[in-house]
């Protein structure tokens, strides 16, 4: 049975997490996407901003609301039965999407997707962690100090005494995907130093990605493909504590600036037949890795092979599978590049189609 793909993301009180997978569900492009939300308190902010939605990629019945504390905290008693509850449906979710609390660590989440009541259902398609560009940039972690310590003080289960920058170091080890957001409110040099400062901070491979009101495409935002539930090293929390916050960021997007999708590019590469395929995959590595490439996907025509071959990359993993005969289709090789805008396309053309 495929397993269902869930998204967690994390990231400070006002970093933008909200806007974010509000943008993502006006543009499900068909996607059924489910929500579990991380409330605390009785506001459900985020839950009424979300059912807002009104449309067929995702219904009031397909948001829960987990109000009971962090998630971290409430895993047996609240998130597994939500899960269950979820995946049992008849019409179960293409995707899932997770929004934490603002202090609330990621990594005991993603943990509990190996409990074996939904260990073979689904898994951690990868964790986003959102962070405010202007307010990390001036080493603040986020736009307003005062409101996350209130959120803090206001769940006695958490540790109060914590520094804001350790639980930051945890909420980067857990990422597979680094969202820089209101990057319109920063220089091009600001931005630029502060990606390549959360580059060196984050794991080998994880992408860091600049935007401003949570535009990110679809594409890019899902099918990491990461199962961070079976690969938890190097994203383990460095200190041990628990956490917890209440609702995002709703109010603190005053500047409406038309980014978003211009940001990114996506263009088609088509090349001949490949000899060998392994040879083509670490190829198709190495362009990644030369030109940090997002997301590369498409199909390979395989010289001596009936089947397409199907590949997949993401970062510096790739994959690649026979999916089908090519049957009446030309046997080209077609493949999908996806990135942050200024990639250079004709090198890119040329070093996959050499």
């Known amino acids: 049975m495929k397993k269902i793909p869930a998204t967690v993301v994390t990231g400070f009180l006002g970093a933008g997490k909200t806007t974010l997978i509000r943008h993502l569900l006006d543009n499900a492009n068909g996607r059924r996407i489910a929500l579990i939300i991380n409330e605390f308190g009785d506001l459900g902010v985020d839950g009424d901003i979300l059912k807002g939605c009104g449309d067929d990629a995702c219904s009031d019945d397909d948001v829960f609301e987990l109000s009971n504390g962090c998630i971290c905290c409430t895993v047996a008693e609240d998130f597994i039965p939500t899960m269950e509850r979820l995946l049992d449906r008849p019409d179960a979710p293409d995707h899932i999407v997770i929004e934490t609390s603002g202090l609330a660590l990621p990594q005991p989440l993603v943990r509990a997707f190996q409990w074996p009541q939904i260990s073979t259902r689904v898994t951690v398609d990868g ?34 005494e ?24 920063l220089g091009e040099d600001e931005a630029e130093a502060l990606v390549a400062k959360l580059s060196a901070e984050a794991r080998p491979g994880v992408h860091v990605v600049r935007t401003s009101m949570g535009q990110l495409p679809g594409e890019v935002l899902l099918g990491i493909g990461a199962e961070a539930e079976a690969n938890m090293e190097g994203r383990d929390e460095g ?20 980014h978003g999708h211009d ?17 083509f995959s670490s190829q198709v590595a190495e362009v990644i890795r030369a030109h940090d490439i997002l997301r590369l996907k498409g199909f390979v025509a395989v010289s001596g092979k009936p089947m397409r071959l199907t590949l997949q990359a993401v970062g510096p993993r790739v994959d690649t599978y ?25 090198a890119i053309a040329q070093a996959l189609s050499a």
């Open 127 to 160: 964790v986003v962690t959102v962070v405010d560009g202007k307010a990390v940039a001036e080493g603040r972690f986020a736009a307003n100090l005062d409101a996350v310590e209130a959120q803090r003080k206001a769940d006695e289960n958490l540790d109060h």
């Open 162 to 185: 914590t520094p804001l920058s350790e639980l930051f170091e945890d909420q980067i080890a857990a990422a597979d995907m680094i969202v820089v957001n209101k990057t319109d409110l």
């Open 239 to 258: 200190h041990h504590h628990h956490h917890h916050h209440d609702d995002d960021d709703q109010d603190d997007h005053d500047h409406h600036h038309d």
């Open 263 to 279: 940001e990114f590019e996506t263009f088609v590469v088509e090349r001949t037949e490949v000899a060998d395929p392994a040879a």
């Open 322 to 346: 026979y999916d089908q005969p090519f049957g009446e289709a030309p046997r080209t090789t077609r493949l999908v590049v996806i990135g942050q805008a200024g990639l250079d396309r004709a």
